[in-house]
């Protein structure tokens, strides 16, 4: 379909989610000398202005990234990634959302690659240009599902792999779940970051089943919810799996929830975090 634009939702309240995820688990894989493949199968357009129409439209940021940038309080799981946002911005203004691309480019080390797809015909070259200078970038305009599988595993046998889609079309959720079912029969020791939102609740627990169901060892679930589940239009919370999680996330997950809960929520908001399938 090709229409979803994220420019729309860039820093929102599942950006927020998701990015400070992604950050806590690339800081990470920093820890060790050894290089990695960050592997991005929806990646957007790298980076996003807050001022253009499209952000302007929605202002769904100004109940995310901007209500937390300037808070005095975060905790210490959450610092790393206000300071990510912090560093594409000047003079305490929001101007930059960095999408899931720029976050990588943030971590990137000499011996690290990453490897982007996009399909969108607009994003791809919004993509292209971020990176024409990222050396270790590699920007393709094709299948995401395909090119995580034809990627793994990495020479190092190492690798952070993100799956967040549009969700455009039904087919995504178990899509989704089953390219990283695949993924994980080739590399069984990366790390899987899948994005999911919640607009209808029998297409996350359908995702739920399919990972009890399967092969795979160590999967963390992660959710944010503003609403209550509704049978209404829209996405009412966020979440995300995560397959062979770092050690330590659970913890600052449990760090990270009750305060943006507290920063971004009101009375029906609500948060999960708990173990899907064990070691």
């Not at 901007?66 to 959450?78: G, T």
């Not at 994980?184 to 627990?205: D, H, Q, S």
Request: glycine letters at 6%; aromatic letters at 12%.
């Amino acid at each position: 379909m090709l229409s979803y634009r994220h420019a729309f939702h860039a820093g929102n309240f599942a950006d927020v989610l998701k990015h400070s995820v992604l950050t806590l688990v690339l800081e990470y894989m920093t820890r060790k000398e050894k290089g990695f493949y960050y592997i991005d199968s929806h990646s957007g357009a790298g980076m996003y202005s807050l001022a253009d129409e499209y952000a302007q439209k929605t202002g769904e940021f100004k109940d995310g990234i901007a209500k937390l940038i300037n808070q005095a309080d975060i905790p210490e799981a959450l610092i790393d990634y206000v300071n990510l946002i912090k560093s594409f911005n000047e003079d305490g203004e929001l101007d930059y959302y960095p999408g899931s691309p720029a976050i990588a480019k943030y971590f990137d080390r000499r011996q690290d690659s990453a490897h982007l797809f996009e399909l969108h015909p607009n994003d791809i070259q919004l993509l292209s240009e971020y990176c024409q200078r990222w050396h270790k970038s590699h920007v393709n305009q094709s299948d995401g599902y395909q090119g995580v599988l034809g990627l793994v595993p990495p020479p190092s046998r190492r690798g952070v792999v993100l799956i967040d889609p549009p969700y455009e079309l039904k087919e995504d959720y178990s899509k989704a779940v089953k390219t990283i079912i695949n993924a994980y029969k080739k590399f069984a020791t990366g790390t899987y970051i899948l994005w999911y939102p919640v607009v209808k609740r029998e297409l996350v627990v359908a995702m739920q089943n399919q990972f009890s169901q399967s092969s795979i060892k160590n999967v963390l679930q992660v959710e944010y919810c503003q609403l209550e589940d509704t049978d209404e239009y829209g996405m009412t919370g966020t979440g995300l799996f995560i397959v062979n999680p770092p050690w330590q996330l659970n913890k600052q997950l449990s760090e990270i929830l009750p305060f943006v809960k507290e920063k971004l929520g009101n009375t029906q908001s609500h948060f999960l975090l708990k173990q899907l399938v064990g070691e």
